[in-house]
């Protein structure tokens, strides 16, 4: 059973491009999270996604940034436009339905932007 | 608002030395309580949970962590460190009864060990 699984691993956009960043939950798993870790910094939520629904997108910036779960495929973040300040490490988290903070984390994609 | 807060960004320990990271959260009511630990360029790894019941938690990789309820406290300790320790180690809390599940993290605490 393979983990969540997040592509590509490092990313370089240069200013003003868009990033697709990838996630496949676990097998089972039909919840995902999006966090974003800017350097030396922890862990920051952005969004929270069941299959084709959005539940909670407090911590998304108001602009560029989307996300979405399709009832078929990964979960998607998109950055359009980027800038040097989204250059982070951003994680993908998946859980169970129903499950209490069973999160499982993925080893996430760096996006440095040049 | 609810926060997490590491105050040791750096800690050096020699190897065989115990261990303490310290963390305190800000939360009207108990929170959920976890550690994670992040090796360099990877996701983050469980260490151990805390919801309710016993105060003093067992988790992986012989860590254990006190709840400490008058401190708002959550501090993970170990007995004896081994060099494969060094990594970065983050605290976090969720919140009961929360509709989104959402974790609010700590800084993060860098631990070196040395030989």
């Known amino acids: 059973n393979a983990g969540v699984m997040q592509n590509p691993r490092h990313l370089v956009r240069r200013r003003g491009q868009e990033a697709r960043l990838r996630c496949s939950p676990m097998?089972?798993?039909?919840?995902v999270y999006w966090y974003r870790q800017l350097p030396e910094e922890g862990l920051k939520f952005m969004v929270y996604?069941?299959?084709?629904?959005?539940?909670?997108e407090s911590g998304m910036p108001k602009e560029r940034f989307s996300a979405e779960f399709p009832k078929e495929g990964p979960s998607i973040l998109r950055i359009q436009q980027v800038v040097r300040g989204d250059s982070a490490a951003y994680f993908c988290?998946?859980?169970?339905?129903?499950?209490?903070?069973?999160?499982?984390f993925g080893s996430g994609t760096r996006l440095t932007v040049v | 608002a609810q926060s997490v807060t590491q105050p040791d960004i750096h800690i050096t320990v020699s190897e065989g030395a115990s261990l303490e990271l310290r963390c305190n959260y800000s939360?009207?009511?108990?929170?959920?309580l976890f550690w994670y630990v992040q090796s360099p360029g990877q996701g983050l790894q469980l260490l151990l949970k805390?919801?309710?019941?016993?105060?003093l938690v067992q988790g992986i990789k012989g860590f254990e962590a006190e709840f400490k309820r008058s401190q708002s406290s959550f501090n993970l300790r170990k007995p004896s460190v081994h060099w494969s320790d060094a990594a970065e180690y983050f605290c976090?809390?969720?919140?009961?009864?929360?509709?989104?599940?959402?974790?609010?993290f700590g800084t993060g605490t860098l631990l070196a060990v040395q030989p």
């Open positions: 988290a998946s859980s169970p339905p129903e499950s209490n903070y069973g999160y499982t």
């Open positions: 097998k089972g798993h039909s919840h």
């Open positions: 996604l069941q299959k084709e629904n959005i539940i909670d």
């Open positions: 939360y009207g009511a108990t929170p959920y």
């Open positions: 805390y919801f309710s019941g016993d105060t």
């Open positions: 976090a809390v969720g919140f009961y009864g929360g509709a989104t599940n959402k974790l609010i």
